[in-house]
């Protein structure tokens, strides 16, 4: 029978608890629901007011995965959705929202990636961050990410914006800027002439091209997720890995002392402790006080 729970009122069927979703570390389904529980305080403030997209898992990182914008079947009355335009289509979509537990707890039954767009529901395309995802061409890894993070850190405080990073969860590291609320495409050409700067001052280092032959050995600067259209992995989603990793908030000591790529895997039992120890690295993100202004011609 499948256990029902209450959470906030709410009335959850939430089921095969003790089906191992990580077979290399032994981790269940109900591990993965734990995770998410405990840290609903710091994701949820991620969440908020965004329309998020799916990369479920259910049958593990092994298993099939598929990618979900739509609100899922069975979604109940009352979790919140908002409405997302598709700007290819010429039309709107509904999209689930996640920021109550109850609807996380339903989300994580799902088995689920959560990732959301630089913007807020009910500004559709105004971006509120920005962000460059640092990706790895082998045999590169995120010490080589860490390097180029450095470098964008500085470039960036050069022009008057606040930095902060985490962990993709998977081989890179993301970049992280709030701003005050801009268009998106403005933000994405202020990205990409970063992501180009970066090519021509760490020459053999950064690319800001994703062809793919010229790849191996160099760190792709991923500027294009800023687009509308685009979404990111949330800070503290787990992702579809053989371990059960996180993208995970990092402090700017711990991007400097990497040496190897081991020194920044955080798993899902790695969280708690470190929240208890920082906080939330990156709550800055939605404090009004540190977002930016894009330089003039970006505006």
Known sequence: MTPITEVEGRRLALSNLEKVLYPAHGFTKGEVLHYYAVTAGS????????PVSFLRFPDGPDGQRFFAKNVPPGTPSWVRTADVPRRSEG???????????????????????????QWQADAPGMADRMVFDLDPGEPATIVECCEVALWLRERLEADGLHVYAKTSGSKGLHVLVPLQPTPSEKVSAYAKDLAVEAERELPGLALHRMTRALRPGKVFVDYSQNAAAKTTAAPYTLRARPLPTVSAPVTWEEVEGCEHPDDLVFLANDIPPRLREHGDLLGPLINLNRAGK???GFR
């Open 43 to 50: 994701l949820l403030a991620h969440l908020y007011n965004r």
């Open 294 to 296: 894009l330089p003039r």
């Open 91 to 117: 039309r709107t979509a509904k999209q689930v929202v996640v920021q109550d537990m109850a609807t996380l707890m339903w989300a994580a039954n799902l088995v689920t990636e959560f990732h959301t767009p």
